[in-house]
């Protein structure tokens, strides 16, 4: 085994470093269900351009509903790539665009989704993620810890 593939250890480190041991559901107990690790780009066959498209055309709440879902998905999981590039290179500008423009349509969406909660009765003004939970359960979404899962796809 070389060195980068050898595994961190809490162990090796010094005293004043280490971390305690506590178990991971500890850390997500206020979470109902626990965690969800989202491992793959939703949509990651489409451009923006083309969400953009089908979000110009949705016909129903659901359409609505499944659509903010995946791009907010999308956005948060892709959000980390710029952390992936040093800035000022090429490659860390087209991944802040990508980003920007995601995060764009998603508030777009989020905009209309909140006013179908609100119109529905159904929007907790807490706000961010939790205050949709209401709506988005009615649609067949959980929050998995900060991403929005269909629930007949829970096993």
Not at 146 to 152: A, H, I, L, T
């Amino acid at each position: 085994m070389t060195e980068k593939e050898k595994s961190y250890d809490n162990n090796d480190l010094p005293d004043v470093l280490r971390l305690p041991d506590i178990p991971v559901e500890e850390f997500f107990e206020d979470v109902p269900g626990g965690v969800i690790v989202l491992g793959y780009d939703p949509f990651s066959d489409k451009t923006i351009a083309e969400l953009e498209e089908v979000a110009a055309n949705l016909k129903t709440t659901q359409e609505l509903v499944d659509l903010y879902a995946g791009v907010f998905n999308k956005f948060w999981y892709i959000e980390d790539e710029r952390y992936d590039y040093e800035e000022g290179t090429d490659e860390y500008e087209k991944i802040c665009a990508k980003v920007d423009a995601c995060g764009a349509l998603m508030d777009h969406l989020e905009e209309r989704v909140i006013a179908e909660a609100r119109k529905q009765g159904v929007y907790d003004e807490i706000g961010g993620i939790r205050g949709l939970e209401p709506f988005m359960d009615s649609y067949g979404y959980w929050n998995g810890g900060g991403w929005w899962v269909r629930k007949d796809k829970m096993s």
